[in-house]
């Protein structure tokens, strides 16, 4: 080994290990905090003796090594039988990487079906089932256990499949198999053993054809791309999505399954890597200024629909930062220049490396042709970076209108080109320029992707600050864009967004900077109507504009808007935006041309609709059937949000509808129920207990109005709701998880038990009868006390758990149709206290003999005398039976009890 890292050294120019490790931190600076030149050598010359440990566990360093020496780690000795099982984090070189056969990764994502991406709300489809058995560790290497056919598994470039891949890598029992297109898999038709295979591009025509000879297949296709409509098999059947094979192969040719699923982020997912980060810090004793309840506060202030940290590599970059960095020295998240303050933080870089990233990020923004934040090849990086005083944005057709063309000669000077390669190079390596292993040419993005984004939301919020629409306008058309120019108007005032909308009235309302304008604004001006900002009249004629082109484009259709390609009930931002804002510009006065809307599209105007208003088509909530912890992500919480002020605002609402309805409408409807005081369904309160999301929600709501009473309202609205839904005299599965959860906890919390009691009818009695623990101790007596006496005795329970604080209570229902559960209830309290009582001869003869017939068999010897002398056990039959059913307990005392007899 020491051959091979003199080798690689020298071959570079390098004459010893310090003037390499020398090298290695001028190419990464940030790997320069944490140790020292001459240290690195000294693990340099180590590595050259075989001791590769301390790389295996730094991979940040490894990695520097190897671009600087320009090897694989297996040139200079470093194998992946090594260091193959160990991930590292780019973003975050700091935190130590994962040994993938011992430690468990974080899991931020889930295998969603792709049928549920389709517009099908409440699908039975599982989300993992089919799965499951590919992602366990040491999966099972039976074949006849795994899923038949091909799992196709869609992982969208923003969610990352690397550390997935990596993890299927150290710890699958099957082969994985790594390929630029399916052209180039050769299936081996002798073995049947499962087989996952990681695609890297997507060509024309893709097509995997499997031989006849291929009796059961069973593969996973992992790939940044869904699964192609040519897809197909020489056996030419696809039925419907996934089935398990657990019979042993058949000789005949079987039907070939397919099954799309897409790795879909958890709502929380922000929040999961976060915590996995801190207790990672934690667990591994590095020293750090990062603390998790900070993370998120400063991202919910940032960005709190996940607009602008949209990935985990964003997320692990923020972390980085404060690890890293002081309270004083982050950024303000709410500050206009957060993305150049940001910079500093990210990578110690000089004035002019900075202005350069800022200029290519700027140019890249402004080419609306060439979408925002895919690579490009180096060619087209020099060619940007060749500007005199702007960069040069003619990267494609020579005659491209939109191109800004400041450098047009080809015969530059040499020390121009030599000023452009060190500019890039400066950038790469400060990593702010990276090399993504995407298309076989070897493509190069500015990094972190979040630092780009965040440097055009800060030229964004200039330009809505002075009104000019025009640019942003025109690129809002453009999809890859949309995100960013949303978060700025997001994050600007009222007063600049009024200000935009009077410059906008003169425009043409076709121009395309006008169309984009007006429906950004139409979407976040509904957006703060719906969230219950008062709009000024001149903002109406976004409004206006957008209909308008409706109209006047001859549409009649479900598509309100033109650059905004929502299907109502997907599960996307853009849906949850748009349909908010619709139902928010309906609070606001009802254009004439309203009427004459798609139907579909007039459901998304409730408050115009009056007394014809109907349920608007929704999206489901991500949380699955079943009972579910899944929590909301903030665009989420914002939407709901948004929805429900619109259902206070809406004086009439339908009380059902035949329509199929999505899961956010129970949160929805009772919270707005129960702020009415109205009756709720059975039905929405059997669904609303099943997601742990919805009654966050829904106590979210109630905690924001705190009205004298809404907390009562919210006890008696639960019990007679559970009280309806048990006709068979049997508790609703759902009722338990609605007991245990923080709306009941919160209904307990902020209502006093007198004012419940009140209020309290035969319905309610009957829940707390066969139910008291859902209520504390305090209430519980509480109702003991004012409930009367029942004339059935049918308060068995609530008396069985009172405390010894109702003694007093449970003394004066013996004697009464309640004495067998007083009497109980009182020995289990203390059998001396009843001891007490009785020796003082102040009970009557009916109170006497409950505590006498209902009292433990192993208290027979000090109660024989109270049995002999009390009148009425002169009956011999009771007193007969009081001693046989002690008999079998006291053999001790069978004398003595057998004498009562006679």
């Not at 600087?68 to 200079?76: E, F, G």
């Not at 709190?304 to 982050?330: A, I, Q, W, Y």
């Not at 703060?528 to 259709?557: C, K």
Request: a neutral charge; hydrophobic letters at 40%; one cysteine or more.
């Amino acid at each position: 080994m020491s051959q091979l890292i003199e080798q690689a050294r020298l071959k570079v120019g390098f004459k010893s290990n310090d003037a390499l490790a020398e090298a290695i931190l001028l190419h990464r600076p940030e790997l320069a905090l944490n140790i020292q030149r001459r240290s690195l050598g000294t693990r340099i010359g180590k590595l050259a003796k075989g001791e590769v440990d301390w790389w295996q566990r730094n991979l940040g360093y490894l990695d520097a090594l190897t671009e600087v020496l320009n090897v694989d780690p297996s040139d200079i000795g470093i194998h992946e039988g090594n260091g193959g099982q160990l991930y590292s984090f780019a973003e975050f070189p700091e935190l130590p990487p994962l040994d993938l056969r011992s430690e468990a990764p974080y899991e931020l994502a889930f295998a969603r079906i792709a049928i549920e991406l389709k517009g099908l709300a409440n699908s039975d489809h599982p989300r993992e089932l089919d799965l499951k058995p590919w992602l366990l560790k040491d999966q099972m290497r039976d074949a006849r256990k795994m899923p038949r056919g091909v799992s196709w598994l869609w992982v969208p470039t923003e969610v990352g499949a690397e550390l997935l891949i990596k993890q299927l890598q150290a710890t699958s029992a099957f082969k994985v198999l790594k390929v630029e297109s399916l052209q180039d898999v050769k299936m081996d038709a002798q073995s049947a053993m499962p087989l996952v295979i990681v695609l890297s591009t997507q060509s024309d025509g893709e097509d995997l054809v499997l031989s006849e000879s291929w009796p059961e297949i069973t593969l996973l296709v992992i790939c940044p791309f869904s699964m192609p409509n040519g897809f197909t098999s020489n056996h030419g059947t696809s039925p419907p999505d996934g089935e398990f094979s657990n019979s042993p192969p058949r000789t005949s040719n079987p039907p070939w399954f397919k099954k799309s699923f897409v790795w879909t982020l958890h709502d929380d997912w922000r929040k999961r890597l976060i915590v996995w980060v801190q207790q990672r810090l934690d667990t591994k004793k590095i020293d750090t200024l990062l603390a998790q309840a900070e993370v998120m506060t400063w991202l919910e202030v940032l960005d709190p629909e996940e607009r602008l940290v949209r990935t985990p590599s964003d997320v692990l970059t923020v972390c980085r930062m404060f690890h890293s960095r002081s309270k004083k020295g982050r950024p303000d998240p709410a500050g206009r220049d957060v993305g150049r303050r940001l910079q500093s933080c990210f990578a110690p870089i000089d004035s002019r490396t900075s202005d350069t990233f800022n200029r290519l990020a700027d140019a890249v923004w402004q080419h609306i042709n060439h979408p925002w934040g895919d690579p490009m090849e180096w060619e087209k990086w020099r060619h940007l970076c060749s500007f005199e005083g702007s960069p040069a944005l003619n990267m494609d057709a020579p005659n491209d209108p939109n191109a800004v063309k400041t450098v047009k000669s080809s015969k530059r000077p040499r020390q121009k080109i030599d000023a452009v390669s060190t500019l890039l190079d400066d950038l790469k390596r400060h990593g702010l320029l990276a090399s993504v292993p995407r298309r076989a040419s070897g493509d190069y993005a500015l990094k972190p992707q979040l630092l780009a984004d965040l440097r055009i939301r800060d030229l964004l919020a200039a330009e809505i600050q002075s009104a000019n629409f025009q640019t942003w306008g025109r690129l809002s058309l453009d999809p890859d864009r949309q995100y960013l120019i949303d978060a700025a108007l997001s994050a600007a005032s009222m007063t600049d967004l009024l200000q935009t909308v009077r410059m906008l009235r003169s425009a043409n309302p076709w121009e395309a900077s006008a169309v984009g304008a007006s429906e950004s604004l139409f979407l976040e001006l509904g957006n703060r109507r719906a969230e219950g900002h008062v709009l000024d009249a001149d903002m109406h004629i976004v409004t206006e504009m957008v209909l308008n082109r409706y109209f006047e484009s001859g549409n009649s259709g479900v598509e309100l808007l033109l650059t905004r390609k929502a299907v109502s009930r997907v599960d996307h931002p853009d849906v949850l935006q748009t349909i908010s804002a619709c139902m928010g510009w309906s609070l606001t006065i009802k254009p004439k041309m309203y009427g004459k809307l798609n139907p579909a599209v007039l459901q998304l105007f409730p408050g115009w609709a009056g007394n014809s208003v109907s349920l608007p088509p929704m999206p489901d909530h991500a949380g699955a059937r079943g009972f579910s912890e899944h929590s909301s992500s903030s665009r989420w919480r914002r939407f709901m949000t948004a929805l429900y002020r619109v259902f206070i605002e809406i004086e009439s609402w339908p009380a059902g509808s035949d329509e199929p309805r999505s899961n956010v409408l129970a949160p929805l409807l009772i919270a707005a129920g129960l702020s009415r005081g109205e009756r709720i369904s059975v039905e929405l309160w059997a669904e609303l207990a099943l997601h742990q999301w919805a009654i966050d929600f829904v106590v979210e709501q109630l905690e924001k109005q705190r009205s004298d009473g809404l907390a009562t309202v919210a006890l008696r609205l639960i019990l007679t709701a559970v009280y309806e839904g048990m006709p068979t005299g049997n508790f609703p599965s759902w009722s338990f998880f609605l007991f245990k959860s923080n709306l009941w906890r919160w209904a307990i919390k902020h209502s006093a038990p007198a004012q419940y009691i009140a209020q309290i009818d035969y319905a309610q009695i009957s829940v707390l009868q066969a139910q008291p623990h859902i209520f504390p101790d305090s209430w519980r007596h509480a109702l003991l006390e004012a409930l009367p006496i029942s004339e059935r005795g049918d308060r068995d329970e609530l008396i069985l758990t009172a405390g010894t604080e109702a003694r007093t209570l449970l003394l004066k229902r013996l004697g009464t149709p309640e004495g067998e559960p007083a009497a109980k209830r009182l020995w289990q309290l203390s059998e001396e206290d009843v001891l007490r009582i009785l020796e003082s001869g102040k009970l009557d003869v009916k109170s006497t003999f409950d505590l006498l017939w209902h009292s433990p068999y192993h208290m027979a010897t000090p109660l024989a005398r109270y049995v002999s002398e009390l009148p009425a056990f002169d009956d011999k039959k009771l007193r007969r039976d009081w001693i046989i059913k002690r008999l079998s307990g006291n053999a001790m005392l069978s004398d003595q009890l057998l004498t009562l007899l006679h």
